[in-house]
């Protein structure tokens, strides 16, 4: 069983990933904003992050730049789910150490969650989902 | 010539005029006068020579005089139009230095080796270099240039030294003095870069190329608007995909039962309701396409790619969508060609032309990419075996949200916002859109780029 740590700040897109993880079989853990990640990272290291880049106190950036930074946790791999889907949006967040890139309004959430699949098995390499 | 001789002339004709006439009159009384006044020969001959002279005298007198009056005339004309032009020359240089001084542009001027003649205050004041240091220097090699990046912009390829290279043979002069637009950083004397746009002309006499103005702004508070700007629509963009993809997703989670099955009419439902969900995401993405197009916020970055990698790239993202319609897309082109173009925007040029073709076929159907040179251009084509466009609706084709009567039939999902979008992004490029089509057997849309020289 799988550890997903889902980074969103909106009920419904968390209520969706939610249940299509769950019943993938993976577990889940929610943080609405961009500190509560750490708590949670804290409490159980999962096996890949979804991470928005919007979202309240820190965003998303500082959040990934954070991640791979720590040692702990730098290693972690992290798919973007935003609706940013500027060129410059994407490279900043590839640059900064995103593994994948996911324009939410543009991919089906299979796509996504086929994605995770990818990764926890580890057969995760690193393209940007446009 | 005619003038010189007319002086000398007259004196001649007079002096032989007056000669005759005294001598004639000699000729007939001398002995007369010889007998009247007992005058000897030779006293005859002093008074016909004193006559002579008495008679020419006042005519060269006043020959001579008038033409000594008029000369001077002349002289005083010549100087007072001498003083007139010096003032009129002096009025004009005041004039012109007061226009330029009062511009809200900087203007800097330069000899044909781009060294720098005259530049005026605001040039000054936006570069943080004065007259003094930058006069008698060569331009580019004061003020450096940088591109957004911060990287250096070689002295060559900035627009000034462009101009200042001659006029290709070929090329028509007038054409040539066209001025060429750039959009830079120069680097201000203190080391700040300033973003700034450019307009360079060349100063062209007698076919040659004698030196070049360059007019520049500051553009900071410009820049600033533009990302203000970006900002702005980037978090519209944001805010408005949201809740689609919201909907999206739940929709999805639905469809797929992971709530449990669903009754048929359930199932259809939920698909009406999908479509909708996904014909507005397209609008929303479409509209902030057009708005970024028209509002010239999408940056150009041309380089040189070769044509065979673009339709490498097309082809990859569109064999699995034509395949999922039973459509082939094949390629037919002449050669492989290195063109200079952004690559990214004529990728969504030719996305958007195959993804119409696509759309717009019945399954079964066949889309071609073609690619050849025609003269002076690259000319990428798109022809499908689709629906066609109604003569009659032809003409409004590339206006924002027209579709044609035939095509919202056809397929209900388009916002007709792709080929709006297509040519704005064609003319950012300095590319051409053109297309030929009859209703019910295709069409074929060309994308027209012209090549260098």
Avoid at chain 2, 13 to 18: A, R
Wanted: glycine share 6%; aromatic share 8%.
């Amino acid at each position: 069983m799988n550890h997903v740590l889902v980074v969103e700040d909106e009920d419904f897109l968390v209520r969706a990933l939610k249940d299509n993880l769950i019943s993938e079989g993976h577990t889940v853990a929610v943080a609405m904003d961009g500190e509560a990640v750490f708590d949670e990272l804290r409490k159980k290291k999962p096996s890949i992050i979804l991470l928005d880049l919007l979202l309240p106190k820190k965003n998303g950036f500082d959040v990934l730049k954070q991640i791979r930074q720590s040692p702990e946790w730098q290693l972690i791999p992290v798919i973007i789910l935003s609706n940013l889907g500027e060129d410059s949006e994407i490279k900043r967040a590839l640059e900064l150490g995103a593994n994948d890139y996911f324009v939410k309004s543009q991919h089906p959430i299979q796509e996504v969650i086929e994605k995770v699949r990818e990764y926890v098995e580890g057969r995760g390499s690193t393209k940007i989902g446009l | 010539m005619r003038k010189r001789l007319r002086a000398p002339l007259g004196l001649l004709i007079i002096t032989v005029v007056s000669t005759l006439f005294v001598e004639f009159f000699f000729m007939l009384y001398d002995e007369n006068i010889a007998h009247w006044f007992s005058l000897s020969e030779n006293t005859l001959a002093v008074l016909d020579a004193v006559f002579i002279t008495a008679f020419i005298t006042p005519f060269i007198y006043f020959l001579i005089i008038k033409r000594i009056t008029r000369g001077e005339a002349d002289i005083l004309r010549l100087n007072e139009s001498l003083l007139t032009d010096r003032k009129e020359t002096e009025e004009n240089r005041v004039k012109i230095t007061a226009l330029l001084a009062s511009l809200g542009e900087g203007v800097v001027a330069t000899d044909n080796n781009g060294v720098v003649t005259m530049i005026n205050h605001h040039a000054e004041k936006i570069l943080g270099w004065s007259s003094n240091e930058i006069i008698g220097k060569i331009f580019t090699g004061v003020v450096q240039a940088t591109d957004e990046n911060g990287k250096p912009t070689p002295a060559d390829k900035r627009a000034i030294s462009r101009v200042l290279v001659g006029i290709p043979k070929k090329k028509d002069v007038q054409q040539y003095q066209h001025p060429i637009y750039e959009h830079l950083y120069y680097t201000q004397k203190n080391g700040t870069q300033v973003p700034v746009k450019v307009t360079v002309t060349p100063i062209i006499l007698k076919n040659k190329v004698i030196g070049a103005v360059e007019i520049f702004y500051d553009a900071s508070k410009e820049r600033q608007l533009e990302k203000t700007r970006e900002d702005l629509l980037a978090l519209a963009s944001h805010q408005l995909r949201t809740p689609l993809s919201g909907t999206k997703w739940l929709i999805e989670t639905l469809i797929n039962g992971i709530h449990g099955p669903l009754t048929p009419p359930q199932r259809d439902y939920l698909n009406e309701i999908y479509k909708i969900n996904e014909r507005m995401t397209s609008l929303v993405s479409d509209m902030l396409g057009v708005i970024r197009m028209e509002n010239s916020i999408i940056p150009i970055n041309k380089s040189s790619v070769s044509t065979d990698t673009i339709i490498k790239n097309i082809m990859k993202s569109f064999e699995p969508i034509a395949k999922g319609k039973c459509i082939t897309v094949q390629v037919e082109k002449d050669a492989d060609h290195e063109i200079e173009t952004d690559q990214i925007i004529l990728k969504n040029i030719l996305d958007c032309l195959i993804s119409n073709a696509v759309n717009y076929s019945n399954i079964d159907g066949c889309v071609l990419l073609g690619l050849k040179k025609s003269g002076n251009e690259i000319v990428f084509s798109v022809k499908d075996t689709g629906i066609g466009i109604p003569r009659d609706e032809q003409k409004k084709l590339f206006e924002r949200f027209f579709r044609a009567s035939n095509a919202k039939i056809f397929n209900t999902k388009g916002t007709g916002l792709g080929l709006y979008i297509a040519s704005l992004l064609s003319e950012r490029i300095g590319a051409k859109l053109s297309f030929e089509s009859e209703e019910g057997k295709g069409s074929t849309f060309y994308v027209h780029i012209p090549t260098q020289g």
